[in-house]
């Protein structure tokens, strides 16, 4: 476009303000040489009507096409008039062919291809000429080159070179593709093929195709405007042969490409299976399978069944301990076809390392205890116990000599016992390992140190304690025992545990724990358990300040057993309840706090208590529901457990199941 006056004044007081000091001067001499990508045009700007000298600038132009007006080109220091510009650049035609040239300017233009002059109208003219030609443009590399001369009074250009596609006229092929390259995709089993763009103007696409290996016949599987080809579905184990044909917009159709071979992949069962059990669980690997995607590999539906990964191992953390679990594996490629099954493997997870390992120590000996889980360990033969006297403890060596005792927690777990022999005022270093019926050991325990004491030090254990006795009532089981006369006792350790009988024989062990620790002062007891007819065994164990104790040191007690009585209300609660509701002795005593959630759409709450005489549950609310969602039951009797129920009275007046709970209320003075 012309530059209108007011820019030329612009650029004017610009130069003026630069050379005053107040601007920074745009340089507005020759323009480095531009470095244009092809098809893009070089253009030149010339203060000359014969192209000579130095341009004034050099920029890159992606068209021919111009309107000067009556001025100067914008941002170039040029006359208005008796000015030239040149238009060059070379590109790729691929296989040529027929083109058509067309110029038009005002004033004076020319066109060379590959320097012959194929356009020239040089003149000085008023109005715009126009003048087109039609050639053959050879196939490769060509240099177009457009030179224009604005003499005097209005300016303008433009030119394009465009292919004729009429299929009377345009008889050439395009070239060969090149680039070609296909291969497999694993991911999806399917052949992709790629190649290089053609460079003809006139191109319309490219025809794929393919024919089998031991087969001349060659199939269209598509065509693409690009120069990628995907998702070619395939049949395993089968070679495929794919070549590109590119065609223009006249009909005209390339030679095939080379051919490009795909081989594709059969499954094979996968081989090399091995299975070992670790501790974090069974680890399976195998050899990988040419073609898989991922394998699946199958287990027993107790753990959960198939699982799917994508490497060549898995870790099953879901196998239980002590137990032998069978595996298989099939491979599996991108299109989802499978293959047979694997030899099958088998391995055992073997049992857990011991947990809680504690050392206490006496000047002659060292009580170690641990505990296991049945449930989640695994099925333990035996343990082995490693000693040593500097760390780290090293369990490749014999295992010391240590007998096992052990008793059944409350919570089922099991904790054993074992003591050692060992010299006074000195440091030992302890880990157990656990081992199953096949010797497969466990991970080791954790470290344990221990010192044993000086020889002269108290190591003289407490008088078992005696006369223990228990009675069950309606609030629990009160112990009472006599008072040890040692003035070093520092506690009482109460233990609760579950009488285990001999089905075969009767004969009855109790398998406890810790239950509470007492002060030395205390002989009573009360064991505030809910009354639901169960059968709990009990001993005191004494233990002095220095933490000797005769049933540590011994393993044997004063044992009784009791079964509570029986308060549990006839009448079953239903299931189903939105009540949920928590019963509790009052802090001040004499008395039981209830709370229960708010129940959508209740209008209020009916407290009732199970009457044992009556043998039914009383509310406690009369015929008005309470509005809240807490009560107190001050009328409720100590020395005995309480049974509540809580219903939802909703808007038609009906009530929902009841929420349940107990509470315990001990006699005043009588807890100990």
């Known amino acids: ?197 053609n460079k003809e103007m006139d191109l319309a696409g490219y025809r794929l195709y393919r024919r089998e290996e031991g087969s001349s016949t060659w199939l269209n599987v598509g065509s693409t405007t690009g120069t990628t080809y995907s998702n070619l579905p395939t049949a395993p184990g089968r070679t495929y ?194 081992y199953d019926n096949a010797e497969r050991e466990s991970l080791a325990s954790p470290t344990v140190t221990v010192t044993t004491l000086a020889s002269d030090q108290d190591t003289t254990p407490p008088a078992a304690v005696t006369g223990l006795t228990a009675e069950a009532t309606e609030y629990g089981v009160v112990l009472d025992w006599n008072a040890n006369t040692e003035t070093d006792l520092k506690r009482y350790t109460v233990y609760r545990g579950e009488v285990l009988r001999d089905e075969e024989d009767g004969t009855a062990v109790c398998s406890g724990s810790e239950w509470a620790y007492l002060s030395p002062a205390t002989t009573h007891y009360v064991d505030a358990t809910l009354p639901d007819g169960d059968e709990h065994c009990y001993w005191i164990d004494a233990v002095d300040t220095s933490y000797n104790s005769s049933y540590r040191w011994t393993g044997k007690a004063l044992v009784v057993a009791v079964t509570e009585l029986d308060l549990t209300p006839a009448v079953a609660t239903p299931e189903g309840s939105p009540v949920s509701l928590e019963a509790s002795a009052a802090d001040a005593g004499g008395a039981v706090d209830l709370s229960w959630n708010a129940v959508e759409g209740a209008t209020g709450y009916r407290v009732l208590r199970w009457d044992r005489d009556a043998g039914r549950y009383v509310s406690l609310t009369g015929d008005t529901p309470v509005t809240g969602t807490s009560y107190e039951d001050t009328a409720a009797r100590s020395g005995t457990t309480h049974f509540y129920w809580v219903t939802a009275v909703l808007a038609d007046g009906t009530e929902t199941a009841p929420g349940a709970d107990w509470a315990i209320l001990v006699p005043p003075g009588s807890d100990g």
């Open 241 to 434: 042969f794919y070549e590109v044909r590119a065609y223009d917009k006249a009909g005209n159709v390339s030679v095939g490409s080379a051919d490009q071979r795909v081989e594709t992949v059969a499954l094979t069962t996968p081989t090399g299976l091995t299975a070992q059990g670790l501790d974090e669980g069974i680890k399976l690997t195998w050899s990988p399978v040419r073609g898989a995607v991922r394998y699946i590999v199958s287990r027993s539906s107790e753990i959960g069944g198939d699982v799917s990964t994508s490497g060549t191992g898995f870790t099953d953390t879901k196998a239980t301990r002590s137990r032998s679990w069978t595996y298989r594996v099939r491979a599996v490629d991108g299109a989802g076809r499978v293959s047979g099954y694997s030899a099958l493997v088998k391995a055992t997870r073997p049992v857990a390392a011991p947990h809680d390992l504690t050392a206490t120590p006496d000047a002659h000996r060292v009580v170690l205890r641990w505990t296991v889980d049945p449930d989640t360990d695994g099925q333990y033969y035996d343990f082995n116990v490693y000693r040593s006297l500097s760390l780290p403890v090293n369990t490749s060596i014999e295992p010391s000599r240590c007998d096992t005792t052990y008793t059944r927690l409350a919570d089922g777990r099991y904790r054993y016992t074992c003591t050692q022999t060992m010299a006074p005022n000195t440091t030992y270093h302890y880990v157990v390992k656990g």
């Open 1 to 197: 476009m012309k530059n209108p006056t007011w820019l030329r004044l612009v650029a004017a007081v610009a130069v003026t303000l630069a050379t005053s000091g107040g601007l920074l001067a745009v340089d507005a001499g020759p323009a480095a040489a531009a470095d244009c990508a092809s098809p893009v045009f070089k253009r030149q700007y010339f203060a000359n009507t014969t192209f000579s000298g130095t341009p004034k600038k050099t920029d890159c132009d992606s068209a021919v096409s111009e309107n000067y007006g009556t001025g100067a080109p914008a941002g170039v220091a040029l006359p208005k008039d008796n000015f030239s510009v040149r238009w060059t650049a070379t590109r790729d035609f691929g296989s040529g062919g027929p083109f058509t040239f067309a110029a038009e300017a005002q004033d004076g233009v020319r066109v060379y291809l590959d320097g012959v002059r194929k356009i020239d109208a040089w003149k000085n003219v008023s109005s715009t000429q126009k003048k087109s030609v039609a050639l053959t443009v050879p196939s490769g590399k060509h240099t177009l080159r457009v030179d224009f001369v604005a003499w005097t009074g209005a300016a303008n250009v433009k030119f394009a070179y465009t292919p004729r596609t009429s299929a009377t006229v345009d008889k050439v092929k395009p070239l060969t593709p090149t680039g070609v390259s296909a291969r497999l995709d694993n991911a999806t089993a399917q052949a992709v093929v790629s190649w290089a763009a």
